[in-house]
């Protein structure tokens, strides 16, 4: 029985990245020999095979395996775990050469399918033609992308061409929403989320898993607001400026789907996009269902699909309507997600050629307005003798007298 350090860990050790996980495969044992490990504190996680989690360091050790696909989707296989599976048979079963690198206990690379060239050349390559046999490898080559980006990584174009015969062969359309989902919001996580999407539109994913995402592409904006033109372009654009902003995939995820309504837009009508803002929020409600995203995601999206136009106009409207906005988005009740909700705001602002350093005054203005209305106490008025309507009533008089000493001058 001998054991190696696979995957990841070899991957970021030789690329100079600190190594967080390190997952082990066992070869020449019996999954007997693994459940023996229970005795010495290993605590069993594997559903499928054998795999059981180290009591003090909970790194995974899994026996070595191979798999046949029997049916359509990512669940389609049966494993063979024995001891007759060879390290090679094992890491031929992965999904890229850079993933597909082991060492043994001494330190010495076992890279039998040139993973370690393909570090050197910045290259994402799919190891063999099993890579067709599971559609979520797509989305771990996209979401890779989207991690390796700033270091100058690139998807081979044999690889790219192999994705687009499974997405035509229908591969991805078996892909569980739950999976779809996970993979999606570990890409928003990532160093340049735009990437994953790009990935998915080039071999023609993107257009099955997120069609009205999709469809943005090819859809002008009016230049004198938009140099980019395209919304595709902008709606990266948007997702990078998040990612620059924060680390929240909530906020990520709310600026990619903020103008899916554009992409509805009958064509006679471009570049103006007349009303889209409530046809982003039934499409971003849509895709949350169809993707079961849980709510706190949604209930962002929802919010910046619908007010973000508002927004980017806020210097302009009268101190009633800033109030209306200020009371839609929630903000009394929920101070921390009417930040995100700026947040995202701003990305949107920035997500444009020319702007990306600009400073969003809305967002200054629409904070000092939110504290100066929420200063207005709906305590104090009710010692005044101010009660049920009366009171509601009150409370918006003088928060929004007190939103128009603020009102800037135009």
Known sequence: MKTYIVGGAVRDRLLGLPVRDRDWVVVGATAEDIESMRTRGYRPVGQDFPVFLHPETHE????????????AGYKGFTVQATPEVTLEEDLRRRDL????????????????????RDLHDRVLRHVSEAFSEDPVRILRV????????????????????????????GEVDALVPERVWQELVRALGETRPSAFFEVLRACGALARLLPALDRL???PQPPQYHPEIDTGVHTMMVLESAARLTSDTRVRFAALVHDLGKG????????????????????????????????????????VARYHGQVHRAEELRPETVL???????????????????????????????????????????RRAF??????????????????????EELARRRVEALTAIRPHR
């Open 217 to 219: 592409w090819g859809v």
């Open 60 to 71: 995974e050790y899994a026996l070595a395996r191979t798999e046949r696909k029997v049916a």
């Open 142 to 169: 996209a979401r890779f992308a989207a991690r390796f980006a700033p270091l100058g990584f690139a998807i081979a174009p044999e690889t790219n061409a192999l994705m687009q015969r499974m997405v035509e062969a």
């Open 324 to 366: 209306r906005l200020l009371e839609s988005a929630d903000a009394f009740r929920r101070p921390e997600r009417f930040e995100l909700f700026l947040l995202t705001c701003e990305a949107d602002s920035r997500g444009r050629t020319g702007y990306e350093d600009s400073v969003f005054t809305q967002g200054i203005y629409l």
């Open 371 to 392: 504290e100066i209305a929420r200063a207005v106490d709906a305590t104090a008025l009710n010692r005044e003798g101010f009660t049920g309507k009366l009171l509601g």
């Open 97 to 116: 050469t850079i993933n597909a690198m082991a060492e043994d206990e001494g330190g010495t690379l076992i890279d039998l399918f040139g993973g370690r």
């Open 264 to 303: 509805t837009t009958p064509p006679e009508q471009w570049p103006r996009h007349i009303a889209h803002e409530e046809r982003s929020v039934t499409l971003v409600e849509e895709l949350c269902q169809r993707y079961r995203v849980p709510n706190d995601y949604r209930e962002l999206a929802v919010v």
